[in-house]
């Protein structure tokens, strides 16, 4: 693939015909990923990486077995594909040597809870301040304190299954004179009272959070929205 982008240093490994994307995905074989995620690892220039509707669970750990680590990489786009928790954790060890990764869109994939968590917790001390798992059927959410990224301020997880058991999870990243979100979407959700009670607790003493979007939860009752206005 052709590297060259003067205005940003940017190489998209990317696929934008359906007819393409699945070429890309049926006939690359296994030694075709691997050097594909070396080349990339190996470009000191690259700053953008997309790639739609072409990783599964089978070429993930293919291309990250080469990918294995970046100076350069700023921003991933990795949405609309067909990957689990299986393709999360073949990104770990890039997770956690992408020491210039600032966004990262993973969704309509189907990481579910445990993709989510383990992808969380793989970002612990990355640089992200970004980051995006819309429709990736969500739902609890388990966050540990000492495992937060330290400069995230924006995420985006509309349009899962979150209930208030998740925002339990969530509240961690709210709590604090640490904390660091500006902006938080979790429209298209299945958030009631109880999970509003638990994220307006969270919020008491929060000095960052600039964007709290709650849309379409439609489990929301006229006293849920007033908890929220007195904050």
Same mark, same amino acid.
């Given at each position: ?73 700023? =921003? ?8 689990? =928790? ?14 210039? $990764? *600032? ?7 189907? $990481? ?22 819309? *429709? ?19 995420? @985006? ?23 660091? $979100?500006?902006?938080?979407? $979790?429209?298209? @959700? ?42």
């Amino acid at each position: 693939m052709d590297s060259d982008n003067d205005d940003d240093n940017s190489l998209e490994a990317s696929v934008d015909e359906e007819e393409e994307e699945e070429w890309l995905a049926d006939f690359m074989t296994d030694e075709d990923w691997e050097e594909l995620g070396r080349d990339i690892s190996n470009n000191t220039h690259l700053n953008a990486v997309t790639l739609i509707r072409a990783l599964n669970d089978q070429n993930m750990p293919l291309l990250f077995r080469g990918l294995t680590r970046s100076s350069s990489i700023g =921003v991933i786009y990795f949405k609309d594909n067909a990957l689990s =928790v299986v393709g999360v954790r073949s990104m770990v060890p890039f997770l956690q040597n992408a020491s210039n $990764l *600032r966004y990262l869109d993973l969704s309509q994939n189907n $990481l579910q809870s445990d993709g989510f968590n383990a992808l969380f917790q793989a970002l612990r001390d990355s640089p992200i301040e970004a980051l995006e798992c819309t *429709r990736c059927g969500i739902e609890a959410i388990e966050i540990d304190a000492n495992f937060i990224p330290k400069h995230l301020t924006i995420l @985006n997880l509309s349009s899962n299954n979150i209930n208030a058991d998740g925002c339990r999870g969530i509240a961690k990243l709210l709590q604090g004179g640490d904390a660091t $979100l500006k902006k938080l979407h $979790l429209e298209r @959700n299945k958030i009631d009272d109880d999970g509003v009670e638990i994220l307006a607790d969270s919020l008491q003493n929060n000095k960052s959070l600039i964007t709290l979007n709650l849309l379409e939860n439609d489990d929301i009752s006229t006293e849920g929205q007033i908890k929220l206005l007195k904050l």
